[in-house]
């Protein structure tokens, strides 16, 4: 069965620094993992993906995950962490069946304090 | 940018009741997803849909909830009798493939409160 982890529930980071949010990850075959990001009240948007190809991935808002296949981790990075970044991020890996839905870890809130 | 759009953006209904979640997806995206969020509680699948049928669905989507394309913009969610616990965020997505290659856009949610 696919499944995602995140380990943290929360991340602290002050303003500037670089942050982490962690990401492990279960699959059959080739994963095709996601990030999103949900501000309060608000839907979860894409922020990356990895399918295949360079380990290390760039998105929206200056993020990049970084794809290790030995630790089966997915994890999210930005060099310089902005008080707007505060929100919730999830990982997601897309399911093996014809719907392709997904399967998102527990989610883990970043907070970045000036 | 297309966004994916949903009606209500807030519910509140009464045990046995029955509600209607609405959405608009993205105009050229063939495939439709319903999740749901539990209050502090991770993003679960509950069906998807493609060609007005249904492709996959959880043990959530029991026959309490059904899901219909009534006509080429909208996809609905419909409760047929309202438990407590349906009470959580329900968000629509879309994609444009099925393929495990392409991304899922989700909406802003509706947030049901089951009284």
């Known amino acids: 069965a696919q499944s995602v982890a995140q380990p943290e529930d929360q991340v602290n980071v002050a303003e500037g620094n670089p942050l982490t949010v962690k990401c492990t990850y279960s699959?059959?075959?080739?994963?095709?993992l996601f990030w999103y990001v949900q501000y309060p009240n608000r839907g979860l948007q894409f922020l990356l993906k990895?399918?295949?190809?360079?380990?290390l991935v760039k998105g929206s808002y200056g993020f990049e995950a970084e794809f290790n296949k030995s630790q089966t981790s997915f994890h999210l990075k930005k060099p310089s962490a902005l008080v707007s970044d505060s929100a919730l991020y999830f990982c997601?890996?897309?399911?093996?069946?014809?719907?392709?839905?997904?399967?998102f870890g527990q989610g883990t809130e970043l907070s970045v304090k000036p | 940018e297309p966004e994916v759009t949903q009606t209500p953006s807030h519910q509140v209904t009464q045990m046995g009741q029955e509600v209607i979640l609405r959405c608009v997806p993205i105009s050229n995206h063939l495939y439709f997803y319903w999740y749901r969020q539990i209050l502090g509680q991770k993003v679960e699948f509950l069906v998807s849909?493609?060609?007005?049928?249904?492709?996959?669905k959880s043990e959530i989507f029991d026959d309490q909830f059904s899901v219909e394309r009534p006509d080429g913009s909208n996809f609905t969610l419909k409760i047929r009798s309202t438990k407590l616990e349906d009470s959580a965020m329900y968000f629509c997505?879309?994609?444009?493939?099925?393929?495990?290659?392409?991304?899922?856009?989700f909406g802003p949610g509706t947030r049901l409160t089951v009284t």
């Open positions: 997601a890996v897309r399911g093996l069946d014809q719907g392709g839905k997904l399967i």
């Open positions: 699959v059959s075959g080739n994963p095709y």
């Open positions: 997505a879309s994609s444009r493939s099925w393929l495990r290659t392409y991304e899922q856009y």
């Open positions: 849909f493609y060609n007005n049928e249904i492709s996959e």
């Open positions: 990895y399918i295949t190809g360079d380990n």
